[in-house]
């Protein structure tokens, strides 16, 4: 079976469903198709924290009455480390904020919004491929939830899915090049029923390794520490997990941690990764099927929603003006956000974490840097601009 659209969108994570909803707004037909289940993508707990200006994406874009109500407005964060913590006070130092508010659900929200408006998104597609991506018509071949075979023709074609997608991989051999940065430990994730130590995030630094806390809701606390990069679950048993918990957060000022139902652990890797360019001939790569970062700098949902305003508003002057200016630019454009977001992760992530070859000289420069970073307007300005998101350059 046949079908025509404008824009095929592979992916219904963030970048898919908030590309999909942008060019809706404009009057642009899309198509998503998601490989996984409707449930299974509203339920996948990832990033978050929203920074300043994708709030107000999202608010422009009408997406924000539930958020406006649910959503966790911060105005700081704490760095810990000898044992006590620092505030980075961003309001005070960039009279912006962030949000937290989990990553699936604004992608319920997104979804909620298409189907209220009709917008075609096809989930448990199968075995999705691109064909024709240098020529002017290129099509999407894919099976649907029921098996039928079907061909989505489009002008053009968004790779909104993920790292491991089919899109990156579709770039013709030799036209991509990658840059990427592995790191020697990976984070255990934790959602426990229990409330937050604070109603800011800690970060911590500490000798055992890294952790942070983070929060879903008042009641709902999302945890992470520092782990090897093979580490197996089945080593994490719940009182383990309560018990190194504590030992990181350790200190006089220590606030109380309150022990809870653990109601999902999962090991998240660290990688730094970057596709050059993003785009090759009708294909668009945006959000994790471009560039993955590690997650201290919480910016992956963040970056993804910066590349797909980005390609919305480039096609929108495509198709209204016939100017394909900003669609060449695609790539260049988001590239300078992206590479700042990776600097930003990969700093974070270095100073934070404990390196297993780290030697006494290495530890202390990193207790210094820290220290410097909480004790100068200089820095922490500088950390509270970048945490709470670059303005969007998009010209
Ligand atoms: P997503 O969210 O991965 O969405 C891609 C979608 O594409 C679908 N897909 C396909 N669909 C059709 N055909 C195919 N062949 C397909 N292949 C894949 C997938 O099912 C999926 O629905 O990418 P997007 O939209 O670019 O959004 C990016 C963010 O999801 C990502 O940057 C962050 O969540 C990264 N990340 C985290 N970031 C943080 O800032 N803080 C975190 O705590 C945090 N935790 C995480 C994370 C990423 C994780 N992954 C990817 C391993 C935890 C995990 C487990
Ligand atoms: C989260 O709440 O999941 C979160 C917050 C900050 C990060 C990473 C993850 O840097």
Known sequence: MKARTQVGIIGAGPAGLMLCHLLRLRGIDCVVLEARSRRYVEERV???????????????????????????????????????????????????????????????????????????????????????????????????????????????????????????????????????????FAWLGILAQSPPPSHELIYVHHDRGFALFSMRTPQITRMYLQCAPDEDIANWPDERIWTELRRRLEGDDAPALEVGPIL??????????????????????????????????????????????????????????????QLDRYSDTCLRRVWKAERFSWWMTSLLHRFHAQSPFDYRVQVADLDYLTGSRAASTALAENYVGLPFEET
């Not at 020529?135 to 993920?162: F, M, Q």
């Open 264 to 325: 999902q652990k999962g090991i998240t890797p660290m990688r730094s990764f970057v596709a050059e360019p993003m785009r090759h001939g009708r294909l668009f790569l945006a959000g994790d099927a471009a560039h993955i970062v590690p997650p201290t700098g919480a910016k992956g949902m963040n970056l993804a929603i910066a590349d797909v305003r980005v390609l919305a508003k480039a096609l929108d002057a495509l198709y209204k003006q016939g100017d394909a200016a």
């Open 46 to 184: 990832r990033a978050g924290v929203l920074e300043h200006g994708v709030v107000e994406t999202l608010r422009e874009a009408g997406l924000a009455d539930r958020l406006e109500r649910e959503g966790l407005r911060h105005a700081g964060i704490a760095i810990r480390f000898n044992e006590r913590s620092h505030r980075i006070d961003f309001t005070e130092l960039t009279g912006k904020a962030v949000t937290v508010y989990g990553q699936q659900e604004v992608v319920k929200d997104l979804i909620a919004a298409a189907l209220a408006a009709g917008t075609p998104i096809e989930f448990d597609v199968m075995d999705v491929a691109m064909h024709g991506i240098d020529g002017k018509s290129p099509t999407l071949r894919y099976r649907d939830a029921k098996d039928t075979v079907r061909e989505l023709t489009c002008d053009y074609i968004a790779g909104c899915d993920g790292f491991h997608g089919i899109s990156r991989p579709g770039f013709p051999a030799g036209v991509i090049r990658t840059f990427e940065r592995d790191y020697p």
